[in-house]
């Protein structure tokens, strides 16, 4: 089966309005277009329509990089997964590490989010990964299993086709240190693996799986060779329009390249 790669930015708190647009317009330069390849921008909220605005008439897709669970209502300061649908969002980070661990964002609380993403037709890219004392511990399979089942706990085969997974192992997240493919392929083998025991293998096989983690244009190549890694969510390395469609042409000549006969 061949699962459509997903390149996403994850802008983090980065970039005013006026940085936001620059982006979109030097990337978007002519004769970007990357066959095979879907691309995603996560800036941050405040500049979502903007962007997303900017986008028009381009086939890359305007992403969010977290949301609440609820609809709408008291809670001061966070955005729902309506007001994202409403600004024309088509995928939303789910679990990243930094709002785990900097945020105390629990399993549950996750999993709400994960919830509620998919009852309102956003797809989610739900990130999971390893410390480093977990890794050295010889724990990653233990807290991947964890993370996983957890957040998709009551999701659907039908909802499974949808859904985005990002293997992010915190050690690599901006530290310049990416994880070997090797490394990436076998947890994101585990991961599938996982998932098959859930929902059966062709849902499981429909999933796409993205590496994160200290992702650029010279590692980029390698990580998209191995053949469960979909996809790339990239951090640092996005902010620049330059480094980012490298990235994402790397991509594309990785899956040239495997289909080449
Ligand atoms: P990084 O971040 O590419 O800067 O390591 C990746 C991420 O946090 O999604």
């Known amino acids: 089966m061949t699962r459509r790669a997903l390149i996403a930015a994850n802008w983090k708190m980065h970039k005013t309005l006026a940085e936001a647009e620059a982006f979109v317009k030097a990337f978007l330069a002519p004769g970007c277009d990357w066959p095979g390849i879907e691309v995603a921008l996560a800036p941050p909220f405040t500049a979502l329509a903007a962007v997303g605005a900017a986008l028009q008439g381009s086939r890359v897709k305007l992403a969010a990089q977290d949301t609440h669970f609820a609809e709408e209502g008291a809670y001061t300061g966070e955005i729902s997964p309506r007001m994202l649908q409403d600004l024309g969002c088509t995928y939303v980070i789910v679990g990243h590490s930094e709002r785990r661990r900097l945020l105390g964002e629990s399993d549950e609380f996750i999993h709400k989010k994960l919830r509620a993403v ?144």
């Not at 200290?214 to 980029?220: E, K, M, Q, T």
């Open 118 to 261: 998919f009852t309102h037709e956003l797809i989610p890219i739900l990130c999971v990964g390893e410390t480093q004392d977990e890794r050295r511990m010889g724990a990653t399979e233990r807290i991947l299993e964890r993370q996983l089942l957890a957040a998709l706990n009551g999701v659907t085969p039908e909802q499974a086709a949808r859904l985005v997974i990002a293997y992010e192992p915190v050690w690599a997240i901006g530290t310049g240190q990416t994880a070997s493919p090797e490394d990436a392929e076998r947890a994101a083998h585990f991961l599938r693996k996982i998932m098959q025991e859930l929902w059966g293998t062709q849902a499981a096989e429909s999933v796409r799986i993205q590496y994160g983690g200290s992702v650029r244009p010279d590692n980029a190549l390698e990580l998209m060779a191995q053949p469960n890694v979909d996809g790339l969510l990239v951090g640092g390395a996005s902010l620049d329009p330059i480094a980012f469609a490298e990235i994402v042409k790397a991509a594309a000549a990785a899956r040239k390249h495997a289909r080449a006969p």
